[in-house]
T-cell receptor
Framework: SQTIHQWPATLVQPVGSPLSLECTVE??????LYWYRQAAGRGLQLLFY??????ISSEVPQNLSASRPQDRQFILSSKKLLLSDSGFYLC????????????FGPGTRLTVL | EDKVVQSPLSLVVHEGDTVTLNCSYE??????LLWYKQEKKAPTFLFML????IEKKSGRLSSILDKKELFSILNITATQTGDSAVYLC???????????FGTGTRLKVLA
């Protein structure tokens, strides 16, 4: 069966510090991968998605970037965090079938101080 | 612009009540509609709907899609305190790999 891992689970970082969040998927190949952010009490905001190694689509221009160095690995980064980057970061995967179910990882709760 | 709207935004009921959550959408190239339950952690998948009029059911939860009127409902019967959560609706579109999420309905079930 497929599983999705994210780490760390929680993170507290000072403003201006760098960020690296990692997501890996097991049990499937060539998944579509997604990064979402959820601010407190808000809906899910799609940040990036990837349909293959090295292929990244950005939905919201901001100080974040994403990379997909391997088929089942997706990394979210920032060179300098802002207070507004605080939130719950969720990685998700789907497989390109006809109807596309999507499943989420456990999430990383980021607090920028 | 594609959008998904959920209503109500929040709901408070008592155990044993039946609730109906609504999700309407305006998207180009509809592929499927998904429902998720989110407690204080990541969303968990409930249902995926692709065809109108076919009810999906899991225990006390059921959902149906109307592709003509562009909406879906999620019903929860005999609610329990464990049903307290945010329920998210999302639409997957053809031609892209994106999912458009609504802002969710926050359900609180009182004992």
């Amino acid at each position: 069966s497929q599983t999705i891992h994210q780490w760390p689970a929680t993170l507290v970082q000072p403003v201006g510090s760098p960020l690296s969040l990692e997501c890996t998927v097991e049990g499937t190949s060539n998944p579509n991968l997604y990064w979402y952010r959820q601010a407190a009490g808000r809906g899910l905001q799609l940040l990036f998605y990837s349909v293959g190694i090295g292929q990244i689509s950005s939905e919201v221009p901001q100080n974040l970037s994403a990379s997909r160095p391997q088929d089942r690995q997706f990394i979210l980064s920032s060179k300098k965090l802002l207070l507004s980057d605080s939130g719950f970061y969720l990685c998700a995967w789907s497989v390109l079938t006809r109807y596309n179910e999507q499943f989420f990882g456990p999430g990383t709760r980021l607090t920028v101080l | 612009e594609d959008k998904v709207v959920q209503s109500p935004l929040s709901l408070v009921v008592h155990e044993g009540d039946t609730v109906t959550l609504n999700c309407s959408y305006e998207v180009t190239n509809f592929r499927s509609l998904l429902w998720y339950k989110q407690e204080k952690k990541a969303p968990t998948f409930l249902f995926m709907l692709t065809s109108s009029g076919i009810e999906k059911k899991s225990g006390r939860l059921s959902s149906i899609l109307d592709k003509k009127e562009l909406f879906s409902i999620l019903n929860i019967t005999a609610t329990q305190t464990g049903d307290s959560a945010v329920y998210l609706c999302a639409v997957a579109t053809s031609g892209t790999y994106k999912y458009i999420f609504g802002t969710g309905t926050r359900l609180k079930v009182l004992a």
